[in-house]
């Protein structure tokens, strides 16, 4: 069964760094996601990509925060200058139409930023 | 920003019971509601979803009922079993919003033998 995956599983990384997660979507996906998850909180929708650009994206999606599809295969996000605040588990989730159909959760990655 | 809520933090079922979890929500321009689950150090897995021109929705164990004049909605789990020992969250989109969900806080269910 086909299924989203995202690298690296857990990431360390300095305060004032620069970090990028990746995902790699179901391959026959259109609409491509990025969530996260702090601590003992609710899961946060942060952007939504589709077509090569951002189609939505929330308050949380600062210009500290880009994505990128480079290639057919990998969905990234960049952080540009990690926070403290920023450490949290940062889901990617892709779905092949838009509306009423549901979208499917990679695995994850920890981001804790130190 | 409480659009959607899980009123309750956990919720413990003996196996072979019913266990019902329930969700809240305030927008109105919700239209499509879903069901995730979750085990620890994994991502949401989806269950089941719902429209709004629905007022219920089957699969398996798993039914959903949706209340749109009480702007409620809630998972029943008949038989329950160990297996669905994790956080099950409620999420939901509005039209026009490139499908982005908004999810609930989740609710740990625990089934007991």
């Known amino acids: 069964e086909p299924e989203v995956t995202q690298t690296p599983s857990h990431q360390v990384t300095q305060m004032g760094q620069e970090v990028i997660l990746r995902c790699v979507p179901i391959s026959n996906h259109l609409y491509f996601y990025w969530y996260r998850q702090i601590l003992g909180q609710k899961v946060e929708f942060l952007v939504s990509f589709y077509n090569n650009e951002i189609s939505e994206k929330s308050e949380i999606f600062d210009d500290q925060f880009s994505v990128e599809r480079p290639d057919g295969s990998n969905f990234t996000l960049k952080i540009r200058s990690t926070k403290l605040e920023d450490s949290a588990m940062y889901f990617c989730a892709s779905t092949r139409y838009r509306g009423y159909n549901e979208q499917f959760f990679g695995p994850g990655t920890r981001l804790t930023v130190l | 920003d409480q659009q959607v809520k899980q009123n309750s933090p956990s919720l413990s079922v003996q196996e072979g019971r019913i266990s019902i979890l329930n969700c809240d929500y305030t927008?109105?321009?919700?239209?499509?509601f879903l069901w995730y689950k979750k085990y620890p150090a994994e991502g949401p897995t989806f269950l089941i979803s719902i429209s709004s021109i629905k007022d219920k929705n089957e699969d398996g164990r798993f039914t959903v009922f949706l209340n749109k004049s009480a702007k409620h909605l809630s998972l029943h789990i008949v038989p329950s079993q160990p297996g669905d020992s994790a956080v099950y969250f409620c999420?939901?989109?509005?039209?026009?919003?490139?499908?982005?969900?908004?999810f609930g806080t989740g609710t740990r269910l625990q089934v007991t033998l």
């Open positions: 999420a939901a989109s509005a039209p026009g919003t490139a499908s982005k969900l908004t």
């Open positions: 927008n109105s321009m919700f239209d499509y």
